[in-house]
């Protein structure tokens, strides 16, 4: 087993073969369930040696674990993680909130990272759809999940004009930054299906 945790809820798995780096990130918005369910479970399976990696490294981590406990988007006004990632939020070492710092600790995971899998859900039902930059060696990565759309936004009109989701962080450090939807946050039943694609 090369599972080791390397923070609160932040689990590294090494192959030693040569290899991309994946992180994959459940929780980032505490009430979307699937995302956490997939964690968890992948967790599981490499702890249990059911599953394991062929060629470089993964890590698999919940993203804001006090949304998680209170089964909310955020715990905070304000305090949206996937807003957390723009390097003015990063570099802000007065902001000592719960939400900068575990920014903080993840966006160095992923500065050493190649690809990047969000998990994320949708407040309304909603099908499937992937949430990220379409480009070409997004492809490579889009064609694996079940989903039709692809719903960019290049101009970071929803992080205010800079990048700031974890997706548009892990592109800006030269990585395939990938967000996907899953459908409505309170069915969780793609859970197997989701994890099957990562
Ligand atoms: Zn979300």
């Known amino acids: 087993m090369n599972l080791k945790q390397i923070k609160s809820n932040i689990y590294q798995i090494d192959s030693n073969k040569p290899g991309k780096k994946i992180i994959v990130l459940g929780g980032v918005h505490g009430s979307e369930k699937t995302g956490i369910a997939v964690v968890k479970k992948m967790i599981n399976l490499f702890e249990k040696n059911k599953i394991n990696l062929v060629s470089g490294s993964a890590v698999l981590a919940l993203g804001n674990e006090k949304a998680i406990e209170a089964n909310k988007r955020m715990v905070r006004e304000g305090g949206d993680l996937n807003r957390y990632f723009s390097q003015e939020k990063l570099n802000d070492l007065e902001d000592t909130s719960y939400e900068a710092n575990r920014a903080r600790e993840l966006a160095k995971i992923i500065d050493s990272a190649d690809v990047l899998l969000d ?19 997004h492809y490579e990565i889009h064609k694996w999940f079940n989903a039709q759309d692809v719903i960019t936004d290049q101009n970071y009109i929803l992080s205010g004009g800079n990048y700031s989701t974890t997706d548009e962080y892990m592109n800006a450090k030269g990585g395939v930054g990938v967000c996907f939807e899953t459908g409505y946050a309170k069915d969780t039943s793609t859970a197997y299906e989701v994890m099957q694609s990562i």
């Not at 859900?121 to 930059?133: I, V, Y």
């Open 119 to 137: 998990i994320h859900s949708t407040l309304k039902p909603s099908r499937a759809f992937l949430a990220c930059e379409n480009a070409p060696k």
